[in-house]
Nanobody, 124 residues
């Protein structure tokens, strides 16, 4: 089973950038599609981006397309989320997770092995 630890969150002004990291343990990390999700106060957890095991395909929520970039380094067992042009509405706890299905999905329940999350706060 893969265990995940997110880091890199913080406080940033609108228009700024942050890079989140998700470090994974487990020998099968490189075989999994990985995803980033976020959850704002009082809202449901929502899909942000995902990347296939070979990094051949990436997917983004419309709200972050063109501003966020997901990537991975299988040699380091790490997935990244580069976030540029941040907006106050990007404020949330960001989580990484492993996709449990063998088909494309953005459904929260189709992902597992959730990390503890990292807080991102964007001030206006």
């Amino acid at each position: 089973q893969v265990q995940l630890v997110e880091s890199g969150g913080g406080l940033v002004q609108a228009g700024g950038s942050l890079r989140l990291s998700c470090a994974a343990s487990g020998r099968t990390f490189s075989r999994h599609t990985m995803g980033w999700f976020r959850q704002a106060p009082g809202k449901e957890r929502e899909f942000v981006a995902s990347i296939t095991w070979s990094a051949g395909r990436t997917y983004y929520a419309d709200s972050v397309k063109g501003r966020f970039t997901i990537s991975r380094d299988n040699a380091k067992n790490t997935v990244y989320l580069q976030m540029n042009s941040l907006k106050p509405e990007d404020t949330a706890v960001y989580y990484c997770a492993v996709r449990k299905t063998d088909y494309y999905t953005t459904v929260v329940d189709d992902f597992g092995s959730w990390g503890q999350g990292t807080q991102v706060t964007v001030s206006s």
